[in-house]
């Protein structure tokens, strides 16, 4: 009889640990030897212990509402019986959404050093969970100090090439909280479309919110569908999903592409550009030679007049105004141009689009914002106060944390989620090989900077171009599992980082991705 309950205990024990498959792995994890759980039924209430926390508790209950089919009563008194706890702990960490958690028979205590830590605590008690549905959740004792690396973990969504409805970018935004990221960078302006309403310009919803088809397979295609597709958001859809982001503790950077990636607002406003058109909405992928016209005033009010809008809409600090990828072709053969060049002492079209980015700049900044912008930005002169977003691999981020300007890294090797993920895809990519081991692996803070330069890069985030991606399922299968990889690299310790480790977790977490029925890439290198 004893051998029988050593071995059940064993089995038990074995239990325990396996559920117990966090990512991003915490700072520090320590589980106690005699091994217990804590189970969590419709009867366990969640005790606000703190003020504020109910953001936490409302997603909380979300969340086991959805996969697990019950809600727990949130009360706002103490009571003894076991429960779940949120309160606050006094943590000593530089960066916001550090937390305390410990898990014991009188239930779950979660504290956070604000109430960013305490949702991110339960982000971690989610993880613990059983993958299967349940009305009876045991979680195992232990104990977890945790905080994140980096104040930027963002990811980025293309909602231009194709356009995705107000479900699925909170279904998104559910996908970054999850993983403890903080940042979505919402590329809303695009050559192939325009997705946010500007109440003083219409056209550019009207007429630039739409293209009459698209090319078919991997550019320069095999013809085109001729089907109409576009979409936009309105004022009130972005407040909606700006709240709903809130909640989540996740911040929403809106992107207005400037001065390239123009066509659908040259469409829209024939004027805005250097030949005055006729121009369309294009119906392919790449890079256009028509963009605004850097020589024509009313470029800049126009520009102005959209932020006008734009910006009260989005809290947060950063708008991002693109920069990359801007031919000058038009430039050289504009008369305008040549004479802003001419009366601005600018020795080549670089600096012209130096002296654009850098004229957006100031106006950005007398709104009380931070201009962001794609590491062309740097060509011709950086403007004062921007932050780089390092596309092109990591030069122009150490470029520019060597200039003492903030950076974030989005180096296209090692984060861009439009790349192939397998050597054998079943579908159209932009092409590239980013395996899931790749984006593991990767290290934001490069070794060219000191130890004061790396101060200046806040992160890193994962980038989502849609030219092949036209349906929700297709970017849930190219961003999962590369997400769950670049959440451990940016919240995690790196020296806690183990590829054998991390893929031994990674197999409970596409359990998750079936509880969730979220698609992903199954066959993952």
Same mark, same amino acid.
């Given at each position: 009889?004893?051998?029988?309950?050593?071995?059940?205990?064993?089995?038990?024990?074995?239990?325990?640990?396996?559920?117990?498959?966090?990512?991003?792995?915490?700072?520090?994890?320590?589980?106690?030897?005699?091994?217990?759980?804590?189970?969590?039924?419709?009867?366990?209430?969640?005790?606000?212990?703190?003020?504020?926390?109910?953001?936490?508790?409302?997603?909380?209950?979300?969340?086991?509402?959805?996969?697990?089919?019950?809600?727990?009563?949130?009360?706002?008194?103490?009571?003894?019986?076991?429960?779940?706890?949120?309160?606050?702990?006094?943590?000593?960490?530089?960066?916001?959404?550090?937390?305390?958690?410990?898990?014991?028979?009188?239930?779950?205590?979660?504290?956070?050093?604000?109430?960013?830590?305490?949702?991110?605590?339960?982000?971690?008690?989610?993880?613990?969970?059983?993958?299967?549905?349940?009305?009876?959740?045991?979680?195992?004792?232990?104990?977890?100090?945790?905080?994140?690396?980096?104040?930027?973990?963002?990811?980025?969504?293309?909602?231009?090439?194709?356009?995705?409805?107000?479900?699925?970018?909170?279904?998104?935004?559910?996908?970054?909280?999850?993983?403890?990221?903080?940042?979505?960078?919402?590329?809303?302006?695009?050559?192939?479309?325009?997705?946010?309403?500007?109440?003083?310009?219409?056209?550019?919803?009207?007429?630039? /919110?739409? &293209?009459?088809? %698209? @090319? =078919?397979?991997?550019?320069?295609?095999? !013809?085109?569908? +001729?089907?109409?597709?576009?979409?936009?958001?309105?004022?009130?859809?972005?407040?909606?999903?700006?709240?709903?982001? /809130?909640? &989540?503790?996740? %911040? @929403? =950077?809106?992107?207005?592409?400037?001065? !390239?990636?123009? +066509?659908?607002?040259?469409?829209?406003?024939?004027?805005?550009?250097?030949?005055?058109?006729?121009?369309q909405v294009q119906q392919t992928w790449g890079v256009f030679d028509d963009v605004f016209c850097a020589g024509?005033?009313?470029?800049?009010?126009?520009?102005?007049?959209?932020?006008?809008?734009?910006?009260?809409?989005?809290?947060?600090?950063?708008?991002?105004?693109?920069?990359?990828?801007?031919?000058?072709?038009?430039?050289?053969?504009?008369?305008?141009?040549?004479?802003?060049?001419?009366?601005?002492?600018?020795?080549?079209?670089?600096?012209?689009?130096?002296?654009?980015?850098?004229?957006?700049?100031?106006?950005?900044?007398?709104?009380?914002?931070?201009?962001?912008?794609?590491?062309?930005?740097?060509?011709?002169?950086?403007?004062?106060?921007?932050?780089?977003?390092?596309?092109?691999?990591?030069?122009?981020?150490?470029?520019?944390?060597?200039?003492?300007?903030?950076?974030?890294?989005?180096?296209?090797?090692?984060?861009?989620?439009?790349?192939?993920?397998?050597?054998?895809?079943?579908?159209?990519?932009?092409?590239?090989?980013?395996?899931?081991?790749?984006?593991?692996?990767?290290?934001?803070?490069?070794?060219?900077?000191?130890?004061?330069?790396?101060?200046?890069?806040?992160?890193?985030?994962?980038?989502?171009?849609?030219?092949?991606?036209?349906?929700?399922?297709?970017?849930?299968?190219?961003?999962?599992?590369?997400?769950?990889?670049?959440?451990?690299?940016?919240?995690?310790?790196?020296?806690?980082?183990?590829?054998?480790?991390?893929?031994?977790?990674?197999?409970?977490?596409?359990?998750?991705?079936?509880?969730?029925?979220?698609?992903?890439?199954?066959?993952?290198?």
């Open positions: 009889m004893k051998k029988v309950w050593v071995f059940a205990s064993l089995l038990l024990t074995i239990s325990t640990y396996a559920q117990v498959n966090i990512i991003p792995q915490p700072a520090e994890l320590k589980m106690p030897e005699n091994a217990g759980q804590f189970v969590i039924t419709a009867k366990t209430p969640i005790i606000l212990q703190g003020s504020g926390l109910e953001n936490a508790a409302r997603f909380l209950n979300e969340y086991l509402k959805q996969l697990y089919g019950f809600t727990l009563p949130i009360i706002k008194k103490e009571s003894k019986v076991p429960a779940i706890r949120l309160n606050y702990d006094r943590l000593d960490h530089p960066i916001p959404g550090a937390y305390n958690m410990e898990i014991n028979a009188k239930g779950v205590y979660i504290g956070g050093d604000n109430a960013t830590g305490a949702f991110y605590g339960v982000q971690t008690l989610l993880q613990l969970l059983p993958v299967e549905k349940s009305t009876s959740l045991p979680v195992a004792y232990l104990t977890i100090k945790d905080y994140p690396r980096f104040e930027y973990r963002g990811l980025h969504l293309d909602v231009c090439r194709h356009f995705f409805p107000v479900s699925f970018v909170k279904r998104y935004i559910d996908y970054i909280a999850l993983h403890k990221m903080n940042y979505f960078h919402w590329h809303l302006t695009e050559d192939q479309g325009w997705r946010i309403e500007i109440r003083k310009y219409p056209n550019l919803t009207r007429t630039g /919110a739409w &293209r009459n088809g %698209t @090319i =078919i397979g991997r550019y320069p295609g095999t !013809g085109n569908d +001729s089907i109409r597709h576009g979409g936009f958001y309105t004022q009130k859809e972005v407040k909606e999903i700006v709240d709903y982001a /809130a909640k &989540r503790y996740v %911040t @929403i =950077i809106p992107e207005i592409e400037m001065p !390239g990636h123009a +066509s659908a607002a040259l469409t829209a406003y024939p004027y805005l550009g250097c030949t005055g058109g006729p121009y024509n005033d009313s470029v800049f009010t126009f520009l102005q007049n959209v932020l006008d809008e734009v910006i009260p809409l989005f809290p947060a600090k950063y708008v991002h105004i693109g920069g990359d990828e801007c031919p000058k072709e038009s430039w050289k053969k504009c008369a305008k141009c040549q004479k802003r060049m001419a009366d601005n002492k600018l020795k080549d079209e670089h600096e012209l689009q130096s002296y654009f980015v850098q004229r957006m700049e100031k106006y950005i900044n007398s709104k009380g914002k931070t201009m962001i912008g794609w590491d062309e930005i740097l060509e011709g002169g950086l403007a004062p106060n921007a932050v780089v977003m390092s596309w092109r691999g990591e030069k122009g981020g150490i470029e520019a944390a060597k200039q003492n300007h903030d950076v974030i890294m989005t180096p296209g090797d090692f984060v861009y989620l439009d790349h192939s993920q397998t050597k054998k895809e079943d579908s159209v990519t932009i092409g590239g090989y980013t395996p899931v081991k790749e984006i593991y692996g990767y290290e934001p803070l490069p070794k060219e900077l000191n130890e004061a330069e790396r101060k200046h890069v806040l992160g890193a985030q994962g980038n989502v171009w849609t030219e092949y991606m036209g349906n929700v399922k297709k970017v849930e299968y190219m961003i999962f599992p590369r997400v769950s990889a670049l959440s451990e690299v940016l919240w995690s310790p790196s020296e806690k980082r183990n590829w054998s480790d991390f893929e031994n977790r990674l197999q409970t977490q596409c359990k998750r991705y079936d509880l969730w029925g979220t698609n992903y890439n199954k066959a993952f290198e």
